[in-house]
């Protein structure tokens, strides 16, 4: 896939740049963490990564039964049955003129009796094509000199619904579709006219065919931002509301982030929808989106030539749901993520963390950009023994190194998932040095009141752990982090607070130590906590 810059005030560089850069805002090429490729250093990660983010996916079996419902899909299957043992066709592969009807009444596109509409011929004839194109059938030529199509080797397989082969054959018509799309958005009226020049206007012919390749390359780039964005909104939608007003689609991929339409982009927007109107159509066909077209009398009843679409007044749900309405459906998702993998981009599913053992869940956490932690958190300790699996995620949360402070965090968000279950567990490790203090946390949180208080060391070197997760987990927010800071136990004399927290020995203690000294509101608590950053700073 390649996707075109979204326009956006703040994606470019300059102040609020980093706040305002979305997935939708860069090329495709640097949105889905293929750094390496592209010369891209660490300094270079925090402005150019961000990351397509991960989406629920049903078994490939629920996705194949899908596939196979799919009206265009089941067709192709149909007819490469009926060319059994073999069906004589024209010279370009094609169904036979005599077999067109009988093909359309097959599929149920035709009455069984009396006459069959050319537009069934048509549609039979598009899903014959479609089943040359997977392979469902294949061509030949007899020793007589006859043409003649037979089943493939998919077939079979395919109908029995081998997830694998009709996964494989569906995301191949989507492809194909996907072109074809395309290729039908990028014609100019004139194309045709100049196809008929004559000879001597070879030099306009080149320049016609060259618009015709800029052209589709532009419709290629703004559907696959729409899919981008698509799959973006889909994978953040509650359940149920992942619909989409196809104007609300055009105006992500027109008006710049956090500015209000102005009259030429409201143009702007109509015109993208209606570029987009006629392809989503066309993927709608196999099954990547449910997609309700613009109503056609919108066009009547506007004054003049038609072209306002999107106006200023709001509308009610049954008007907006006239300028058409966009949803990505499971095997759309499927699809898209299917075709950044093979781009060699990173598109993961929710629970791909989850599959194996603790360690391995929160080393993952830890080092993915990519993920929902809560999602894959709740799956891995789904159906569990509660007391296994917290003596598990505590042993996994132990350790110093750099991502220490946030293992144990995610290991505390999983213990309020396995609940009051957990609590022997969890008693188990409060005089350890590394979880005492997150285990009394935790089991008081519970409505526990034995909870003995910890030692002076532990809790200052707990405040210093929580404190790192959260610069760990934040990556910085100010805000979110001046909220922290202002809760933090320093009363009347911080120089006596911060004199015992610099030599708490934990690998964070100076740079937790330098945040505070940065973000505290009161100055005399900053100052002393930026002497004591100091301080640790040179001790070590």
Same mark, same amino acid.
Request: charged share 30%; with cysteine; proline share 7%.
């Given at each position: 896939?390649?996707?075109?810059?979204?326009?956006?005030?703040?994606?470019?560089?300059?102040?609020?740049?980093?706040?305002?850069?979305?997935?939708?805002?860069?090329?495709?090429?640097?949105?889905?963490?293929?750094?390496?490729?592209?010369?891209?250093?660490?300094?270079?990660?925090?402005?150019?990564?961000?990351? /397509?983010?991960?989406?629920?996916?049903?078994?490939?079996?629920?996705?194949?039964?899908?596939?196979k419902? /799919?009206?265009?899909?089941?067709?192709?299957?149909?007819?490469?049955?009926?060319?059994?043992?073999?069906?004589?066709?024209?010279?370009?592969?094609?169904?036979?003129?005599?077999?067109?009807?009988?093909? &359309?009444?097959?599929?149920?596109?035709?009455?069984?009796?009396?006459?069959?509409?050319?537009?069934?011929?048509?549609?039979?004839?598009?899903?014959?094509?479609?089943?040359?194109?997977?392979?469902?059938?294949?061509?030949?030529?007899?020793?007589?000199?006859?043409?003649?199509?037979?089943?493939?080797?998919?077939?079979e397989?395919?109908?029995?619904?081998?997830?694998?082969?009709?996964?494989?054959l569906?995301? %191949?018509?989507?492809?194909?579709?996907?072109?074809?799309?395309?290729?039908?958005?990028?014609?100019?009226?004139?194309?045709?006219?100049?196809?008929?020049?004559?000879?001597?206007?070879?030099?306009?012919?080149?320049?016609?065919?060259?618009?015709?390749?800029?052209?589709?390359?532009?419709?290629?780039?703004?559907?696959?931002?729409?899919? !981008?964005?698509?799959?973006?909104?889909?994978?953040?939608?509650?359940?149920?509301n992942?619909? /989409?007003?196809?104007?609300?689609?055009?105006a992500l991929l027109?008006?710049?982030?956090?500015?209000?339409?102005?009259?030429?982009?409201?143009?702007?927007?109509?015109?993208?929808?209606?570029?987009?109107?006629?392809?989503?159509?066309?993927?709608?066909?196999?099954?990547?989106?449910?997609?309700?077209?613009?109503?056609?009398?919108?066009?009547?009843?506007e004054?003049?030539?038609?072209?306002?679409?999107?106006?200023?007044?709001?509308?009610?749900?049954?008007?907006?749901?006239?300028?058409?309405?966009?949803?990505?459906?499971?095997?759309?998702?499927?699809?898209?993520? !299917?075709?950044?993998?093979?781009?060699?981009?990173?598109?993961?599913?929710?629970?791909?963390?989850?599959?194996?053992?603790?360690?391995?869940?929160?080393?993952?956490?830890?080092?993915?950009?990519?993920?929902?932690?809560?999602?894959?958190?709740?799956?891995?300790?789904?159906?569990?023994?509660?007391?296994?699996?917290?003596?598990?995620?505590?042993?996994?949360?132990?350790?110093?190194?750099?991502?220490?402070?946030?293992?144990?965090?995610?290991?505390?968000?999983?213990?309020?998932?396995?609940?009051?279950g957990?609590?022997?567990?969890?008693?188990?490790?409060?005089? *350890?040095?590394?979880?005492?203090?997150?285990?009394?946390?935790w089991?008081?949180? !519970?409505?526990? %009141?034995d909870?003995?208080?910890?030692?002076?060391?532990?809790?200052?070197? %707990?405040?210093?752990?929580?404190?790192?997760? !959260?610069?760990?987990?934040?990556?910085?927010?100010?805000?979110?982090?001046?909220?922290?800071?202002?809760d933090?136990?320093?009363?009347?004399?911080?120089?006596?607070?911060?004199?015992?927290?610099?030599?708490? *020995?934990?690998?964070?203690?100076?740079?937790?130590?330098?945040?505070?000294?940065?973000?505290?509101?009161?100055?005399?608590?900053?100052?002393?906590?930026?002497?004591? &950053?100091?301080?640790?700073?040179?001790?070590?």
């Open positions: 896939m390649a996707g075109r810059r979204r326009k956006n005030a703040g994606a470019s560089g300059g102040e609020g740049a980093a706040e305002t850069v979305l997935p939708a805002d860069l090329e495709l090429e640097d949105l889905y963490g293929a750094f390496a490729a592209h010369g891209l250093d660490d300094e270079d990660l925090d402005d150019a990564a961000v990351l /397509v983010p991960p989406v629920k996916l049903p078994p490939e079996g629920e996705l194949a039964e899908q596939a419902a /799919v009206p265009m899909f089941g067709y192709a299957l149909t007819l490469a049955r009926w060319a059994a043992p073999h069906r004589a066709v024209d010279e370009f592969g094609d169904l036979v003129e005599e077999d067109r009807a009988p093909a &359309a009444r097959l599929l149920g596109l035709a009455p069984a009796e009396g006459e069959v509409p050319e537009e069934a011929e048509v549609e039979a004839l598009r899903a014959w094509s479609l089943a040359c194109d997977l392979d469902l059938v294949e061509l030949g030529t007899t020793a007589e000199g006859e043409h003649v199509a037979v089943p493939g080797p998919d077939l397989p395919a109908e029995q619904g081998d997830p694998e082969t009709v996964l494989e569906w995301l %191949t018509a989507a492809g194909i579709v996907r072109e074809l799309a395309v290729e039908a958005d990028s014609l100019p009226e004139e194309h045709g006219e100049a196809e008929e020049a004559p000879a001597e206007e070879d030099e306009e012919d080149e320049d016609g065919l060259s618009e015709v390749e800029e052209a589709r390359d532009e419709a290629a780039e703004l559907l696959d931002e729409a899919l !981008q964005v698509l799959y973006e909104t889909t994978a953040f939608a509650d359940p149920g992942e619909t /989409v007003p196809l104007g609300v689609l055009a027109v008006v710049p982030e956090g500015e209000e339409p102005s009259e030429e982009l409201l143009g702007d927007i109509t015109d993208v929808m209606v570029a987009l109107d006629p392809m989503l159509g066309d993927l709608a066909e196999l099954g990547l989106l449910d997609y309700r077209p613009i109503d056609p009398d919108l066009f009547d009843e004054e003049g030539d038609g072209s306002a679409v999107v106006g200023e007044e709001p509308l009610d749900e049954e008007e907006s749901a006239r300028f058409g309405l966009v949803r990505l459906t499971p095997l759309g998702q499927y699809g898209i993520r !299917q075709w950044l993998l093979e781009d060699g981009y990173d598109a993961p599913l929710v629970g791909e963390l989850a599959q194996g053992d603790a360690a391995e869940l929160l080393r993952g956490l830890c080092e993915s950009a990519n993920v929902l932690p809560e999602e894959e958190l709740r799956v891995w300790t789904a159906g569990r023994e509660p007391v296994a699996a917290a003596g598990e995620l505590l042993a996994a949360a132990r350790g110093d190194d750099a991502y220490g402070p946030l293992r144990r965090m995610l290991c505390v968000s999983a213990l309020d998932l396995l609940g009051p957990a609590e022997p567990a969890v008693r188990e490790v409060l005089d *350890d040095p590394e979880l005492g203090g997150a285990a009394r946390a089991l008081t949180a !519970q409505g526990a %009141t909870v003995p208080a910890p030692a002076r060391a532990v809790a200052l070197w %707990t405040v210093v752990d929580t404190f790192a997760a !959260q610069l760990l987990d934040n990556g910085g927010d100010a805000e979110l982090l001046r909220d922290l800071v202002t933090l136990p320093v009363k009347g004399d911080p120089a006596t607070w911060f004199g015992e927290l610099w030599r708490v *020995d934990h690998p964070y203690t100076a740079d937790v130590l330098e945040a505070i000294g940065e973000l505290h509101v009161d100055r005399a608590v900053a100052k002393e906590a930026r002497k004591a &950053a100091f301080k640790a700073r040179s001790k070590n």
